[in-house]
């Protein structure tokens, strides 16, 4: 069974915006740690949001901040990225994942990659200048 089922991904126009979706488990939802990564051409996976699915402050990096926006809707156990004012440099694979059993401190805090267990298979977000 999958645990995590992106969707959303595509093609923009620097400026633009597009949203990703994150469909989970029950088991990957509940009260964990989701959050989105991403990786471009050449870089480093980055943690770029995440959320506790029971509540509290969610985290974005420095690069998106003011920008994209993760949030949750518990009857569809799916985790949303809102990516406005896109730029060129967002180009990249999206992934989700989740962290299980790590509580909401630790998710407020930033997403470290090796502590996610279960990953999606990614969405391509593309932006055009």
């Known amino acids: 069974q999958r645990q995590l089922v992106e969707s959303g991904g595509g093609s923009a126009q620097a400026g633009g915006s597009l949203r990703l979706s994150c469909a989970a488990s029950?088991?990957?939802?509940?009260?964990?740690?989701l959050a989105w990564f991403r990786q471009g051409p050449g870089n480093e996976r980055e943690g770029v949001a995440s959320?506790?699915?029971?509540?509290?402050?969610?985290y974005y990096a420095d690069s998106v901040k003011g920008r994209f926006t993760i949030s949750q809707d518990n009857a569809k156990k799916t985790v949303y990225l809102q990516m406005n004012s896109l730029k060129p440099e967002d180009t990249s694979m999206y992934y989700c994942?989740?962290?299980?059993?790590?509580?909401?401190?630790?998710?407020?805090?930033?997403?470290?990659?090796?502590?996610?267990?279960?990953w999606g298979q990614g969405t391509q977000v593309t932006v055009s200048s």
């Open positions: 029950e088991h990957a939802y509940r009260g964990n740690c």
């Open positions: 959320i506790y699915t029971g509540g509290g402050s969610p």
């Open positions: 994942a989740v962290s299980l059993n790590r509580g909401r401190s630790y998710c407020a805090g930033g997403p470290l990659e090796p502590d996610f267990e279960y």
